[in-house]
Structure formats: C-alpha cells, structure tokens
C-alpha cells in the first residue's frame, strides 16, 4: 500500500538562504551552533586537529644554556685580547672543554669557540704538559650560545585556542612541556543509504537495481573535512525499519545523513521518518543540482538530545553538493575549524631586512591590513626559535643575491593564515606586555584577531607614525609632567589623531634570584662589581624609565656590569636572571612570579593603548572594545601579579583632533 504522507512533508522548494536560516535557527536552538566538547589527546594525534584550550609553556625553551656549534666551551674574559701574534692558550682541563652542538654548557663557561677556530695544542699546566688550545681571536660572553629561555619562557602563550595544528606548532607544544593537547572533539556522521534498489559495491546490479557509491563519496568527503563517518548497511524502503537505523544512529553520532531519492514519490521514506521522530524544517531547496533536500531534527528520546539530520539526494552531483553545502560548514563549526588556502600577499615591510647574498632566506613575518594596505612586520629569524613559526602568518623568501629589503618596501609575502582571517587581525607593535596574550585570547572567543610584535614603546609610536598598525602598547614616562605616554605622543605623532585608552597599571621593580641571594634592595646596587644586571633594549618603555632614575641617582650605564645586554621582553629578562646569566633586571612583577624569582618593588606605571583615531570607530575594532569591559577578562588580568585594571578601558586623552 502506498504511504500515507501529510501534504506538510511534501516537496516544496524554498530559497537556499531560507533554508539555511532554518536549519541554522533550529541548530541554535538545540545549543548546536558551536564546537562540540574537547578532549585531551597525545600530540602524536594531534595533527590537523583544532586546539579547544590555549596552550601555555610549562617550562621555558631551551631550558638550559647550550652550545650553538660543535667546538669549545669557556670563559670569554679569557681570549680577551687574542690575536694571531699573541693568541690564547686554555687548557683543556678546566679553562676549555669540548662540546658538541646541543650539549649544555659547562656552569663556568659563558662562550663557545667553534671548533675550526682553535688549534690544538700542549701547555704547561702545574708543572706538567697538558692538552691545551689555541684561540686566536678574542670572543664575547655569551657568543655560539643558545640562552636558556631564547625560545619560549614557562607560562607565556604557545598557541591560542581555535588554532588549527601544523607540525612545527606540534613541536612548539611539546618544546613548551607538554604531551598532550586539548582539541575539539571530531564529530560522528552516520551515513544510511537507503533504497530497495540498492546494491552494495562489488555485487553486479540487475535492470532496476543501483550499485550504491553514494554513501562511500559522502563517508570520504566528511573523513576530509575532519568528522568521523560511520557508513550503516542499505536499509530496504521499510519506514519502521529505517526509523530504527535512525535511532540508534542518533544515540552514537552528532549527525545523520539518509541518502535516498528525497522526492515526494510513495516510496520516499526519508521525510516522513523525520517528521514522526522529530521536526522537518525544509523538504526541498531552489538549487540545482540538489534541490531534493530535506533538512530535520530528530529526538531519539531515552535522555538523549536533538540530532540534526540532512536527507541527501540519490543523484550523485547533488549528494555531493549537498555535502559542501549543508555539511561542511556544519562540521567545520564543530571542529571550531577555518578554511585554510594557501595563498600570496603583496605587504609592505615594517623594518629592514639585512640577508646573506649568497643564500635563500625565509623570513617569519605577522601580517595585517592597516588603513588600507597590507603591512608584514617581521619576527625572530633565529634558526632554533620555533615559536616565531608558531606566530608567523606568513614567509618572506628573500632569494639568494638579494641583500635584503628596505622598510617600506612592497615584497609578496607566502601566507599560512588566510586572507580573511588577516582582514579581521588586529595588529599591535609597541611595548611588549603580557596582557597581550590575554587579550588575543579572548578575542579569538569573539571571532577577532590580534597579533603583536614587540618593538618597544618608542617604535610602536614610531610604527603608527608610518602607518603600519592599528594599536600601540606603550608606558613612557615623561621626567618632567610625571605623566605616562602623553609628551612623547605629541612628540612622534605631532599631526595624527589618536585616543590614549588605559589598559593596566603594573608594578615595576628588580628581579632577582630565588632568595635574592646578592640582598639587592635597589638600583644603587646595579653599580656593585659582583652584580651583572640584564638590560631592556633601546627605546622600549622600561629602559627609558631606568634611565631616568639612573639620572636622578647621578648614575650611568657606564657604571653598571651588563647594561649593554638587552632582552625583548620582561619575560626574557627573568628567564635571563633563572639561567643565572644574570643577578637583576628591571621588569614587571608578574615577570618575576613567572619563574619563581625574587622582586624588589620600585615603581608604578600606567600601560596605554595608543590608537590613531581612523580606527576607533573601525568594526574591526570593536571586540577589543568590547573585551575591555569584560569582567571576566579583567578578573583573569587583574590576577597576574603586581597588575591591577583600575585605568582598562577609559579614554585617557584625545589628542590632535583637530588636525
């Protein structure tokens, strides 16, 4: 007998955004419209999956100090003077030792000498001749020596949640500490040919029967697009029959997929089967080819929730479009997955690049588009640094003959990250800070990017000045007003219009190791000879600041040991003073609590965003906004050590408006 179907399910072709509108309400409605839950796995399964969780350094990289080269570790003060006509003799027992690349280095040593720089040699040592080298040029400390912490420090952000895993972000992660990651769980896809016509590959078909391929090209597309599918046996045109398949697929998968003919024909069970275990939302779509969709949820009952579920089409080209359609965008919002195309970019570079003529090189850069035009800003180029890889939106391949760019050059720039995620990228240059890491997390949450690279507080200025980012992080203290940020605005953006917004207060002061060994109790201290400070580098906030009360104590950098040494971030400063190439270094609280250091607090400054004021009202904008606000982003800043959130979010000045 023929079915008895309510006019309610038949055909009725619907445009495709209406479809889509529906399916995604009734989506929305079952709390279906995001990644489902994470789970832990290993890192050796972890490719191609999307991290549910931001990952955090656990330990620092390297976590020792190493040898860079195959050659020989020792005291720098040692060659210090060495030439040709009057070379350096060490022995090897105690003054000199063989280390291979990688090998750490010896507590007593601060350098290597590589191994086709000495000759071999016998001295008298103790009044006997002992095996000894040659040094033929004077080196410097820490000269062929990968620092302890020159990759990643413990605790600062190895990857965002949301990040899609690359091989190099897998050694990132496990580099950082860590042997497993937290990732989207993969959907499950039941896929349920049904037919009495149907006959299974490798069985030869009578006249009215169908080898059924359908099912094999659908379990392949959702494999590729990261899901796991489950291909169920053909189920003959039994309505009571299919209805249990799609029960007990509802219980075990996130999503079914019916593969019959989606007519309104009498033997059409597909909708009907939906209809009396759920809601039909659409039965047919004005698309072609596939026009015969049906769309649906489905309740299994027995506690278990709503299962969305998609009749596909029997023509092979409208299966397969119906997949791209309705399926792989379904899932990839599972996986909390992006589309990713490898593409080209034409940028222009923020500083200059100086490369070896004779060699290719590829050149780590973030990317973002800034008042109009694409701008890349390199990163670290160490061969060891992998986080800049983890970073890196992108390569710059400067080809061997070429000496370099200049800033401000235009050079075509190979992405990883795709071009509408670099529409939607923030990018701030400036002072480095760790609420940074913060931010770029919670605004990945809202769907925004942010990227950062760290030039101080002065080449942030400088950075907005030519145009090249939306924001710049800065803490520059004037010696005259006491004011933070507002004279050096007016100094190096003199004709841009900008907002000063209030980000944090933080503390500044020395940080010391555990215990505070040395009983360094302030800056007067830095000129004692048994104390080797670490410096921040040129024209960022916190070496402007020391510089300041340095003068103000009748003191020099002439005056201190290690002043000339220079770290990118407060980070880098501690992990410096943790090695113990170092006993103090200015730099912020939370920096010191990082590592389980010692503080000597000093100071209390305001870290400003300085945005020029063609973007405040950019939408692109608009979630930073938004996150600055948000109690529980201030909460998680407010507990980072020595930080509090008083001044986040409120406009400090408006500066230059009329101009």
Same mark, same amino acid.
């Given at each position: 007998?023929?079915?008895?179907?309510?006019?309610?399910?038949?055909?009725?072709?619907?445009?495709?955004?209406?479809?889509?509108?529906?399916?995604?309400?009734?989506?929305?409605?079952?709390?279906?419209?995001?990644?489902?839950?994470?789970?832990?796995?290993?890192? %050796?399964?972890?490719?191609?999956?999307?991290?549910?969780?931001?990952?955090?350094?656990?330990?620092?990289?390297?976590?020792?100090?190493?040898?860079?080269?195959?050659?020989?570790?020792?005291?720098?003060? *040692?060659?210090?003077?060495?030439?040709?006509?009057?070379?350096?003799?060490?022995?090897?027992?105690?003054?000199?030792?063989?280390?291979?690349?990688?090998?750490?280095?010896? *507590? /007593?040593?601060?350098?290597?000498?590589?191994?086709?720089?000495?000759?071999?040699?016998?001295?008298?040592?103790?009044?006997?001749?002992?095996?000894?080298?040659?040094?033929?040029?004077?080196?410097?400390?820490?000269?062929?020596?990968?620092?302890?912490?020159?990759?990643?420090? &413990?605790?600062?952000?190895?990857?965002?949640?949301?990040?899609?895993?690359?091989?190099?972000?897998?050694?990132?992660?496990?580099? +950082?500490?860590?042997?497993?990651? %937290?990732? /989207?769980?993969?959907?499950?896809?039941?896929?349920?040919?049904?037919?009495?016509?149907?006959?299974?590959?490798?069985?030869?078909?009578?006249?009215?029967?169908?080898?059924?391929?359908?099912?094999?090209?659908?379990?392949?597309?959702?494999?590729? /697009?990261? #899901?796991?599918?489950?291909?169920?046996?053909?189920?003959?045109?039994?309505?009571?029959?299919?209805?249990? !398949?799609?029960? %007990?697929?509802?219980? @075990?998968?996130?999503?079914?997929?019916?593969?019959?003919?989606?007519?309104?024909?009498?033997?059409?069970?597909?909708?009907?089967?939906?209809?009396?275990?759920? @809601?039909?939302?659409?039965?047919?779509?004005?698309?072609?080819?596939?026009?015969?969709?049906?769309?649906?949820?489905?309740?299994?009952?027995?506690?278990?929730?709503?299962?969305?579920?998609?009749?596909?089409?029997?023509?092979?080209?409208?299966?397969?479009?119906?997949?791209?359609?309705?399926?792989?965008?379904?899932?990839?919002?599972?996986?909390?997955?992006?589309?990713?195309?490898?593409?080209?970019?034409?940028?222009?570079?923020?500083?200059?690049?100086? +490369?070896?003529?004779?060699?290719?090189?590829?050149?780590?850069?973030? #990317?973002?588009?800034?008042?109009?035009?694409?701008?890349?800003?390199?990163?670290?180029?160490?061969?060891?640094?992998?986080?800049?890889?983890?970073?890196?939106?992108?390569?710059?391949?400067?080809?061997?003959?070429?000496?370099?760019?200049?800033?401000? @050059?235009?050079? @075509?720039?190979?992405?990883? $990250?795709?071009?509408?995620?670099?529409?939607?990228?923030?990018?701030?240059?400036? !002072?480095?800070?760790?609420?940074?890491?913060?931010?770029?997390?919670?605004?990945?949450?809202?769907? &925004?990017?942010? $990227?950062?690279?760290?030039?101080?507080?002065?080449?942030?200025?400088?950075?907005?000045?030519?145009?090249?980012?939306?924001?710049?992080?800065?803490?520059?203290?004037?010696?005259?007003?006491?004011?933070?940020?507002?004279?050096?605005?007016?100094?190096?953006?003199?004709? $841009?219009?900008?907002?000063?917004?209030?980000?944090?207060?933080? %503390?500044?002061?020395?940080?010391?190791?555990?215990?505070?060994?040395?009983?360094?109790?302030?800056?007067?201290?830095?000129?004692?000879?048994?104390?080797?400070?670490?410096?921040?580098?040129?024209?960022?906030?916190?070496?402007?600041?020391?510089?300041?009360?340095?003068?103000?104590?009748?003191?020099?950098?002439?005056?201190?040991?290690?002043?000339?040494?220079?770290?990118?971030?407060?980070?880098?400063?501690?992990? !410096?003073?943790?090695?113990?190439?170092?006993?103090?270094?200015?730099?912020?609280? &939370?920096?010191?609590?990082?590592?389980?250091?010692?503080?000597?607090?000093?100071?209390?400054?305001?870290?400003?965003?300085?945005?020029?004021?063609?973007?405040?009202?950019?939408?692109?904008?608009?979630?930073?906004?938004?996150?600055?606000?948000? *109690?529980?982003?201030?909460?998680?800043?407010?507990?980072?050590?020595?930080?509090?959130?008083?001044?986040?979010?409120?406009?400090?000045?408006?500066?230059?408006?009329?101009?």
């Amino acid at each position: 007998m023929p079915l008895e179907t309510s006019r309610s399910v038949y055909l009725h072709d619907i445009p495709l955004r209406e479809a889509l509108d529906r399916f995604e309400d009734a989506l929305e409605a079952a709390n279906l419209l995001k990644p489902l839950a994470g789970e832990p796995i290993s890192l %050796e399964q972890a490719l191609g999956r999307i991290t549910a969780q931001p990952v955090w350094a656990q330990i620092s990289s390297p976590h020792y100090h190493s040898a860079a080269m195959d050659g020989y570790a020792l005291r720098a003060n *040692d060659t210090a003077g060495a030439s040709d006509r009057n070379p350096a003799s060490l022995s090897l027992d105690g003054q000199a030792a063989y280390v291979d690349t990688g090998d750490p280095l010896p *507590d /007593w040593a601060d350098a290597v000498v590589p191994v086709e720089n000495v000759e071999i040699v016998e001295t008298e040592h103790a009044g006997d001749r002992v095996p000894a080298i040659r040094v033929l040029s004077g080196t410097s400390p820490w000269k062929n020596v990968r620092l302890m912490g020159e990759d990643m420090v &413990a605790t600062e952000l190895v990857l965002p949640a949301g990040r899609k895993l690359r091989p190099v972000d897998l050694g990132a992660i496990a580099a +950082s500490g860590h042997a497993t990651v %937290e990732v /989207w769980r993969k959907p499950r896809v039941a896929v349920i040919p049904s037919g009495s016509e149907l006959v299974p590959i490798g069985e030869l078909p009578h006249p009215g029967e169908i080898i059924e391929f359908n099912s094999l090209v659908l379990s392949a597309q959702i494999e590729d /697009w990261g #899901a796991i599918p489950t291909r169920f046996e053909i189920i003959p045109d039994d309505l009571e029959q299919l209805k249990k !398949s799609v029960r %007990e697929a509802a219980r @075990e998968h996130d999503l079914i997929l019916i593969n019959a003919g989606s007519s309104a024909g009498s033997e059409d069970f597909t909708a009907r089967v939906i209809a009396d275990l759920g @809601e039909l939302l659409v039965h047919g779509i004005a698309v072609r080819p596939g026009h015969p969709v049906i769309l649906g949820m489905v309740h299994p009952g027995s506690g278990y929730g709503p299962t969305p579920v998609v009749g596909v089409p029997g023509f092979p080209v409208s299966a397969a479009l119906t997949g791209e359609i309705f399926v792989r965008p379904l899932l990839k919002r599972w996986l909390g997955d992006i589309d990713e195309e490898r593409d080209t970019l034409r940028a222009t570079i923020t500083r200059k690049i100086h +490369s070896s003529a004779g060699d290719d090189e590829y050149v780590r850069v973030i #990317a973002g588009e800034v008042g109009g035009r694409w701008v890349a800003a390199p990163l670290s180029r160490g061969a060891g640094v992998i986080s800049s890889l983890v970073r890196a939106d992108g390569i710059l391949i400067v080809p061997s003959g070429v000496q370099g760019h200049a800033a401000g @050059e235009v050079v @075509e720039i190979e992405l990883y $990250t795709p071009l509408d995620r670099l529409r939607r990228t923030i990018l701030a240059l400036g !002072s480095h800070d760790l609420t940074l890491d913060l931010l770029a997390q919670f605004l990945a949450l809202r769907g &925004a990017r942010l $990227t950062s690279a760290n030039l101080g507080s002065l080449g942030g200025l400088i950075a907005l000045q030519r145009g090249e980012a939306h924001i710049a992080g800065s803490h520059l203290l004037d010696p005259q007003s006491g004011e933070f940020n507002l004279a050096y605005i007016e100094r190096y953006l003199p004709d $841009t219009p900008v907002h000063v917004i209030g980000l944090v207060e933080r %503390e500044q002061g020395l940080i010391t190791a555990s215990g505070n060994p040395k009983r360094i109790s302030g800056l007067p201290d830095l000129a004692r000879e048994d104390v080797t400070f670490v410096n921040r580098q040129r024209g960022s906030g916190t070496r402007i600041l020391l510089d300041y009360h340095l003068e103000r104590l009748s003191l020099s950098g002439s005056d201190i040991r290690g002043y000339q040494r220079e770290e990118y971030t407060h980070l880098m400063v501690a992990a !410096s003073i943790a090695s113990g190439r170092a006993d103090a270094g200015l730099a912020i609280r &939370a920096a010191a609590a990082a590592l389980g250091l010692d503080f000597v607090p000093l100071y209390q400054e305001r870290y400003d965003l300085v945005i020029p004021a063609a973007f405040v009202e950019d939408p692109k904008l608009a979630a930073l906004f938004e996150t600055l606000n948000d *109690d529980q982003f201030k909460s998680q800043v407010e507990a980072l050590p020595g930080y509090n959130t008083k001044p986040m979010g409120e406009t400090i000045a408006v500066m230059n408006a009329s101009k």
